[in-house]
């Protein structure tokens, strides 16, 4: 198995878009067994991996792994001063539609992130990779409630500053994450019940916000009708079946009346107010070849017309090629954008006044939408028409579905709309 690992490593991106294409199509189980086995960690990454799994007697609210350089056997002593003395801290949530996926997956560009702030900025930089709970078993809102108890564990339990805190999330994961920093911003919006809370302490307090955000090809509506949906399914591995296993897997069938549908698909409706459950800064890639590219693009209209700030950094891909560097041909794209990362991640955790400023830094600039067919290798701000929904949809999404307000007989909570 290692020998066809490595000859699918080795394929071209188109034949790479085609494979995970299928991949995503499938049944959950028979996707895991493909894309597990696939992205496993190999030999060369064992030492940057500490595992964590939950465990309420430990004080362990949490179930994935740090990842950092030389920690795999490092005792609980010895990893607590890691996380303690990074100057930064990444917060990953990985993507896979919900369905699969595991915070081991992108091990090379997880490991590229960590080098490229400690070459180009002398960082040491610590990433909480976590895990959730997959569908079809765990319906929406368990994995949302996995992530939230993952931040709430590294700000509360591991008094980690959120000053030097950048959450991260990549499709789905983006999702959640946007999920995560809503429902902590204001816990009271929220009705929060867990059926074996035996502490007695508040289900959940407010947590501050992270020093800065970076969304990969987020998912952020579960409407599926804008252009890019139209024009690049031709291109992209996430197609309008793919939106519809999603859907169906992740969210229970409808049985609500529609006013309480609209309460969980509030955030759609917001016009204002993203300032102040997102991060002050968010930088966002989005590939110009992906269906989920014009709604990622409406969403940073909307919040950097509130005052967050945006910085975009558009490429001539398909969908979540800053994570899955293997649809990617021209390398050079990726080492422009891992030096934006690195850029931001230091202006957001040191300050804008201890920013380095070099000559091989990538120059943003505004693009419009109707412009975005046409550009290429591109770094932008967007200001855009904006619609996010509560329940955000996955790496894909069904043409305009109306998504109930689920609760999963195996989830440990219920968050709902208040």
């Known amino acids: 198995m290692n020998s066809v690992r490595a000859q699918i490593r080795k394929l071209p991106p188109k034949a790479v878009i085609k494979l995970l294409r299928k991949v995503f199509a499938l049944p959950a189980p028979a996707a895991r067994l493909i894309l597990n086995d696939v992205t496993r960690a190999r030999k060369p990454h064992l030492s940057w991996i500490h595992r964590v799994k939950s465990d309420r007697h430990q004080q362990q ?20 001063k890691r996380i303690r003395d990074a100057d930064i801290i990444l917060f990953y949530v990985h993507g896979g539609g919900f369905r699969i996926g595991s915070c081991t997956m992108y091990m090379d560009t997880n490991i590229a992130w960590i080098q490229v702030l400690k070459e180009k900025y002398g960082l040491n930089c610590m990433i909480m990779s976590v895990d959730y709970r997959l569908a079809p078993e765990y319906r929406y809102p368990s994995p949302v409630e996995d992530v939230v108890r993952a931040y709430e564990h590294l700000i509360d339990h591991l008094s980690v500053p959120s000053e030097k805190v950048i959450v991260i999330g990549d499709s789905a994961g983006a999702a959640l994450s946007l999920e995560m920093l809503y429902i902590t911003h204001d816990p009271s919006m929220f009705e929060i019940v867990i059926e074996d809370n035996e502490s007695g302490h508040p289900i959940l307090q407010e947590l501050p916000r992270p020093a800065g955000l970076v969304l990969i090809s987020p998912l952020v509506t579960d409407e599926t009708s804008s252009e890019s ?27 609500q009346d529609e ?92 300050g804008e006044e201890q920013t380095m400023v070099t000559s091989s830094r990538v120059s943003l600039e505004v693009i419009k939408e109707e412009e975005c067919s046409s550009r290429t290798s591109s770094t932008a701000s967007s ?35 208040v």
């Not at 179930?63 to 010895?78: A, F, H, M, V, Y």
């Not at 990622?296 to 910085?311: P, S, T």
């Not at 021209?330 to 080492?335: R, S, V």
Request: net charge negative; hydrophobic share 40%.
């Open 61 to 80: 609210d949490w179930t994935g792994c740090w990842i950092g350089e030389n920690i795999q056997k490092l005792d609980e002593q010895g990893l607590s």
């Open 229 to 255: 949906w139209k024009v690049n399914q031709k291109h992209d591995y996430i197609t309008h079946y793919t939106a519809k296993v999603i859907q169906r897997d992740y969210f229970e069938p409808n049985t």
């Open 259 to 350: 006013d309480e549908q609209q309460r969980v698909l509030g955030i759609a409706k917001l016009d204002t107010g993203f300032k102040a459950f997102m991060a002050p800064q968010v930088l966002m890639y989005v590939g110009n070849l992906e269906v989920l590219r014009d709604d990622a693009l409406q969403l940073a209209m909307k919040a950097e017309l509130d005052g967050v700030r945006w910085q975009t950094v558009i490429e001539d891909f398909v969908h979540d090629w800053f994570c899955v560097r293997e649809v990617v041909k021209e390398k050079e794209a990726i080492k422009r954008a891992d030096e934006v990362f690195a850029d931001f991640c230091y202006r957001a955790v040191m």
């Open 383 to 417: 200001l855009f028409d904006f619609r996010l929904s509560k329940l955000s949809l996955v790496d894909n999404n069904q043409s305009n579905p109306s998504l109930p307000n689920g609760s999963s007989k195996r989830s440990s909570s219920n968050i709902v709309f």
